[in-house]
């Protein structure tokens, strides 16, 4: 993808249960067709590729989501696995809001589970070039952790670049692109205020890309 770009997002939604904030959450991502139909596609999506963690969604509530983002939102396509019990669950949501489509999929596409709930991957060609995109939401106990990401690298094909989006990774020779263009800035992706007063501030999120 030299000279070309992709903008990617990534989100812990902590629950898409709620019909009005999952609509908040779809329309602030910057789909707003819903609203306006006349908008310039240039302008009507902040992002190609969307990564979920934590929507919480299970069988018919999936299918809702599914639809209001391609039919109301004006999406390409949404590839969900669902949670485990009332947690975890990921999710990939193509936007695709060019005047040139830089995706080719096909209608029947399917995601393949890697990991039940936490885990999901999705072949697609970006610019014409193949890739393995793959959504994670990564355990917070560090040895179950250890063991999810062994058992992710036993599962993840490596035959293709990858694009991971995730709320932590291991290393697989990957790049942040954002410390790589950002090295020496103070950034962050979630602000917590405790009991105290006083604030911490985490990287929580990201997307990784191949080092390539």
Request: glycine share 8%; net charge positive; aromatic share 10%.
């Amino acid at each position: 993808m030299t000279n070309k770009n992709l903008r990617i997002l990534t989100l812990n939604t902590n629950g898409l249960n709620d019909d009005l904030k999952a609509r908040s959450i779809f329309l602030g991502l910057g789909m707003n067709c819903l609203s306006n139909m006349n908008t310039p596609k240039q302008l009507s999506g902040l992002c190609d590729m969307i990564f979920l963690q934590e929507h919480h969604l299970q069988g018919e509530k999936i299918q809702q989501r599914k639809n209001e983002w391609v039919n109301k939102h004006g999406g390409l396509a949404a590839f969900f696995e669902p949670g485990i019990g009332p947690t975890a669950g990921v999710a990939i949501l193509l936007g695709d809001f060019r005047d040139n489509p830089i995706f080719e999929i096909e209608p029947d596409t399917l995601a393949n589970v890697l990991i039940p709930g936490r885990a999901l991957s999705l072949r697609l060609k970006i610019y014409g070039e193949e890739y393995l995109i793959i959504s994670i939401y990564a355990p917070n106990i560090p040895s179950e952790r250890a063991e999810f990401f062994e058992k992710l690298n036993r599962t993840a094909p490596s035959n293709l670049p990858i694009i991971w989006g995730a709320t932590s990774i291991a290393s697989r020779n990957l790049i942040d692109p954002l410390r790589f263009n950002y090295p020496n800035k103070f950034l962050y992706t979630y602000r917590h205020q405790k009991s105290d007063g006083r604030e911490s501030f985490h990287r929580i999120d990201a997307y990784m890309s191949p080092g390539k």
